[in-house]
């Protein structure tokens, strides 16, 4: 079993600043790609941020100069920086991990999902 745990969400003003983290844990061997989704209400969930392995990063044009993706490998740990918040921004963060069991078995995995809420 492989579990991913978000955490860091929560409310914040416009122009502010917020730290996503998710956490991988269990049956790992290694983790492939990680990356970060959302889903604001009535929308479709969509891809945020992505990091390879090798720290190779891809960004959604509406969040480019504003969010940083990175990853500690020795923490199975990925995290998301969000600066400059809009309250377009406003979404479920969804972690997402590319894992790679002990088994050589690999297939993507999610998180629970953490709420970003922008407003004044």
């Known amino acids: 079993q492989v579990q991913l745990v978000e955490s860091g969400g929560g409310l914040v003003q416009p122009g502010g600043s917020l730290r996503l983290s998710c956490l991988v844990s269990?049956?790992?061997?290694?983790?492939?790609?990680m990356g970060w989704y959302r889903q604001a209400p009535g929308k479709q969930r969509e891809l945020v941020a992505s990091?390879?392995?090798?720290?190779?990063?891809n960004y959604a044009d509406s969040v480019k100069g504003r969010f940083t993706i990175s990853r500690d490998n020795a923490k199975n740990t990925v995290y998301l920086q969000m600066n400059s918040l809009e309250p377009g921004d406003t979404a479920v963060y969804y972690c997402?991990?590319?894992?790679?069991?002990?088994?050589?078995?690999?297939?993507?995995?999610w998180g629970q999902g953490t709420q970003v809420t922008v407003s004044s």
């Open positions: 990091i390879t392995s090798s720290a190779n990063t």
């Open positions: 269990g049956n790992i061997f290694k983790i492939n790609e």
């Open positions: 997402k991990a590319l894992v790679v069991t002990r088994t050589y078995y690999q297939n993507q995995y």
